[in-house]
């Protein structure tokens, strides 16, 4: 019997198989977790001695080169980008296996052209170098599909039923990562401006992105962590629809 184990900040989940039988059906073995309400997976498994190298291609047609070390794999994907198709090569560059996934087990009805027009809208760069990065599509009979990706934090995202309803900055969340600190989320289209009031009393306004707040906090306004901030909503008419504190920690 061989056993392998995957573990994350959220758990860990595996199994044994027997040695003989591991690769009859290809020549690497497949299993994947759902990191929280994220919407993303962790993929990952096990390659024969055979592969050289792996690769998955996804609907966007993406294409991922996949980390294989010491015959085991590991990937990060949003439920966005599948259907998914893993392929692996031999050290002549030949296919020797390939094999698709239709699904992360969450299946969502967004139609395909929510998924396909996937693309990066932005960039943010903090003053100490670490990154937030928003991929968004087009919204598409009721869906949109997005992912937000915070350097060395995680992200989070999938597709949902937009525009996103209830409290306008009910789905920002706020992350420290490395020195820097971020506020992202998507939010209402009716949303027009954010503004952060700071503990010495400033204040910071913010425009959203294509419906999403993306924002890096100047170094000059955090004290330390934790980092209090207050953050309001505004519409085009200058009112606030909403208020919400939020706590950053380490």
Request: hydrophobic content about 40%; proline content about 7%.
């Amino acid at each position: 019997m061989l056993c392998a184990l995957t573990i994350d900040r959220g758990g860990s989940g595996g199994g044994c198989s027997p040695v003989d039988h591991l690769f009859d059906r290809a020549p690497f073995t497949f299993g994947s977790s759902s990191v929280g309400s994220s919407q993303y997976s962790v993929l990952a498994g096990l390659a024969s001695d055979d592969v050289a190298k792996l690769e998955l291609f996804s609907l966007r047609g993406g294409r991922i080169d996949v980390p294989l070390r010491d015959n085991a794999w590991l990937v990060r994907v949003a439920s966005g980008d599948y259907p998914l198709r893993l392929v692996a090569y031999d050290d002549g560059g030949r296919v020797i296996g390939i094999d698709a996934y239709q699904s992360d087990g969450n299946t969502s009805p967004a139609p395909a052209e929510a998924k396909s027009s996937v693309r990066r809208l932005a960039r943010i760069v903090g003053e100490s170098g670490q990154t937030a990065t928003l991929m968004a599509g087009t919204p598409a009979r009721g869906y949109r599909c997005f992912s937000i990706e915070v350097s060395n934090r995680g992200g989070g995202g999938g597709c949902t039923a937009w525009p996103i309803a209830g409290d306008a900055l009910a789905f920002v969340e706020g992350a420290a990562t490395h020195g820097d600190v971020f506020f992202t989320g998507p939010l209402p289209p009716a949303t027009t401006d954010v503004s952060l009031s700071y503990p010495d009393g400033e204040s910071a306004k913010v425009e959203p992105i294509s419906s999403f707040l993306v924002y890096a906090v100047p170094h000059r306004f955090i004290g330390g962590l934790p980092f209090k901030v207050t953050l309001r909503a505004f519409d085009a008419n200058g009112r606030q629809i909403d208020e919400r504190p939020i706590e950053v920690t380490p």
